[in-house]
């Protein structure tokens, strides 16, 4: 998943990304705007995660809803 395409589709999977992941709020979801570095990084700061962990979630959501 590069991240143009990410960036394209975030209209259509940030409703999925508020399932996924239901700590992040609607301002979070607006704010990261399909930028995966974002993503991660509220990931790691609503969920208290590693990066490495983060990275991997994100990743393996993409591979499954992009």
Sequence with gaps: ???DRLEGQWHQV???VREFWGELTGSDV?????RRDQ???????RYGMSHEE???QVDEFLEREI
């Design 1 to 3: 998943m590069d991240r």
């Design 14 to 16: 940030k409703g999925k």
């Design 30 to 34: 607006d704010w990261v705007a399909g």
């Design 39 to 45: 993503l991660i990084g509220k990931l790691e700061e």
């Design 54 to 56: 983060a990275e991997r």
